[in-house]
Structure formats: structure tokens, C-alpha cells
């Protein structure tokens, strides 16, 4: 990613040393430019602040924020292991790589090539998370592949290595990855659903993937509601053969022995993925861009569903759809089975099926069709076309950035 011109979207203590220092004079009695993201390491962080060195995480995280508040719209902390906190508008947390063997990374250049590739990545319009997370790709792809010469240059290919993708942090830590795989890795049609009727009727139409994704389910007196429609819905699947997830309701799918869960970004936080895990249910987690699938890879689940592939009114988001491009990025890239969902018709089911795909998601191109069972023999006819026709072109080297810069 180093071919394009660097704008000054990225600085660093190094190339602008004279613009952070009239920044920190000045900055508290006026508001002056600030640059879309600092790169900076722990001891330059320290040094910008005034204060100790920055032994904690506690107190890279307090730096981080007080550096945002006066120097960038938002920061990267690079540590001199395999850790780097990231302060964005987007997202905050760390970022790390366990396979990646500790290594003084300013002693060895590595910085060097974080900032360049950070920068290189703005100029190409992803916001700064997602620059931050191709940056620290390219600089393991590089610590990883030093030439002969000793120069630090990453593969142009870097970001299709899943060696490369960082893990990303929960708001609250966990240590829990890794959870049961599942019996049938080919998802294929994968409805998704509002009630127990709707799981008895795609499954009798054929169907082997459900989800229950029941809505306003927080109102006062749903429990029991919600229990007998996933009581009934697990007994539909069972019946069928059928691979089932509950949407969010993590606790409700244990106590019933349901097969797995379907949890969204906001709920990772706040399930109980020990007691998932323990209990032998399967797990997929949404995701809608690179952070997101970086906090997914770190949980090690059954599989990750990316979308919105195509414009959807399934509920209101600030995404970009991804397109076919992107689904077959993430296809390449992820070892686990990959489901696009977002907008899907039968064409659009075709496409999918030809990036190669475990499974494609389907809401309203089945439970708004005239006739259901006819929408999925069409939808169960183009994903058979898909899969049997050759691969979609190559996955493009990068993705495209899910986000408006603007946003």
C-alpha cells in the first residue's frame, strides 16, 4: 500500500514534530486543524503528554484519550510487543497478534511502516480504524518477510493472510475463543426468521439453516413469550435436521438446548460466551466491517456473517453496502465458514454462491415472497447455479472501506 502519495491525513512525532509542538502550546486556547490520525509509540506518547512512561494499559488507554481531545481526531498507540491500542470514532480497543513473536517494533522500522501504510490507507478513503488495522497488517506482513537486504517492504498481497489480521478487544476482556464447529459447514439457503411458525414452515420447504431473530423482545412479559417460541422452534429444527440459531437470546437458547446462538457487535459484550462455549452451542456473530471481523476472528466462533452485501431495510445502519468484491475478500481471507447477508434476491443469491460462500441469509426475499415455499425452491435453484458455475473473479487485494470517511 505504499505506492500512493501520503496526504498529511496521518502525521507522526517524526515527520511533524513542529506541528504537534504549536499544537500542544496552543491548543487549549484555540481550535486549530487536527489530523485524521496520529501514529505515535508509547515513549513519543509519553513524551507529548509530559507525563511517566507508559507501563500500563490503563495508562496507554488515558493517553490515547487525552491525546484526542487536543492533537487528532484519532490515535494509535503502538507498544513495543504485539499489542497496539487504537482511539477512534469508531471503535477503541487493542489490537494484537498472538502468533506475531514480540519484537522491538521502533527499533526495527516497523513504526516507519505502520505510519506510511496508516496514511496510505486514509488517502484510499477507509476511516481510521480500519487504516490502523491494514497499517498494523502490513507491518506484520513485513516484520514477518524482512528481505535478504534486512529492508522492511510487506507483500503486496498482505491483507489476503489471515496470519496478518489482528484480534480485536471486547469493551470487557475475555479470554474465551474457540467454539464448537458445526456439523455441517455448507449453511447454504440460510433463512432468517420472527417466529416459530415461520422456522416450521421454511423447514418443511426445505430449508437447513434458520435463525429466530425475534424483535421488540425486551418488552415487559416477553420472557415466557419468547421461551415457547424458541422451545417450539428448536423441537421444528430438531425434527427437520436442521441447523438453528437463536438471535440474542443467549440464556433462553442454553436453558432449551438449542443448537447454536446468532449474536450481533453489541451483544458480544454482554452474553456470557463462557457459558455459549461450555454448554456446546455453536456461535456466528455478525459483522460490518474490518474491526468488527477483527473482534470476531479473536472469539474463534462457528462462523461470521458479513453484510450488508447489497442495500437491505432490514433494520437502519450507517454501512456501506460491501458487494460482491468485499464478500469474496473476506471469503479468501477468513478459515471459518462465511455467510453474506444484505438484500439478497435470487440473482443476487447466484452471485454470492459463485464467491464461494457456506452460506447466503435471506429474510424478506422469503417471509414477504407471495409464495414462500416457491421463493425458496427459486433461491435453493440459484444457489445450486452459483456453486456449480466457476468462481467469481479473483478477491481483490483489499477491500473496499464500509464506512463513509464523512461519517
Known sequence: MTGLAHTAQAWT?????????????????????????????????????????????NAVEQAAKTLRTWAC????ITGNDDADYADTPQASGWLYLPGLA????????????????????????????????LAKMATADALRHRNAAGVLQPRADFALHI????????????????????SDANLGLYAVV?????????????????????????????????????RQAIAAARAAGAQLFINDHWQL??????????????????????AIRQAGLR?????????????????????IACGPIHPTQAKAMPWIAQGNDN???????????????????????EQAAQCGVAGVAVISAITAAASPEAAIAQLQEALKRGRSRPKAAAAPFLPKSTLSSLA
Request: aromatic share 6%.
Open 194 to 230: 420472527d417466529s416459530a411458525q415461520w422456522v416450521e414452515r421454511v423447514v418443511a420447504a426445505g430449508v437447513s439453516t434458520v435463525q429466530l431473530r425475534i424483535k421488540n423482545a425486551e418488552q415487559t412479559g416477553r420472557r415466557e413469550f419468547i421461551r415457547q417460541q424458541v
Open 73 to 76: 481526531q484519532a490515535v494509535v
Open 327 to 349: 464478500l469474496a475478500y473476506w471469503r479468501l481471507l477468513l478459515p471459518l465458514p462465511v455467510v453474506g447477508i444484505g438484500g439478497m434476491d435470487a440473482l443476487r443469491t
Open 253 to 274: 437458547a442454553i436453558e432449551e438446548g438449542a443448537y447454536g446462538v446468532h449474536l450481533g457487535q453489541e451483544d458480544l459484550h454482554i452474553a456470557d460466551l463462557a
Open 163 to 182: 496470519s496478518n489480521l489482528p484480534h480485536f478487544s471486547l469493551p470487557q476482556p475475555t479470554s474465551v475463543k474457540g467454539f464448537s464447529a458445526l
Open 102 to 133: 514480540a519484537q522491538p517494533v521502533a527499533d526495527t522500522g516497523g513504526d516507519a511502516v505502520f505510519a506510511a501504510n496508516a496514511a496510505t490507507a486514509l488517502a484510499r478513503g477507509f476511516v481510521a480504524m480500519e487504516a490502523i488495522i
Open 283 to 303: 456461535l456466528g456473530i455478525s459483522t460490518h466491517a474490518y474491526w468488527e471481523v477483527c473482534r470476531a476472528w479473536a472469539l474463534q466462533p462457528s462462523y
Open 13 to 57: 512525532v517524526h515527520g511533524n514534530a513542529k506541528e504537534l509542538e504549536q499544537m500542544r502550546q496552543t491548543c487549549r486556547e484555540q481550535l486549530l486543524p487536527r489530523p485524521a490520525l496520529l501514529c505515535v509509540n508509547r515513549s513519543e506518547a509519553a513524551a507529548l503528554l509530559g507525563v511517566a512512561p507508559l507501563t500500563t494499559r
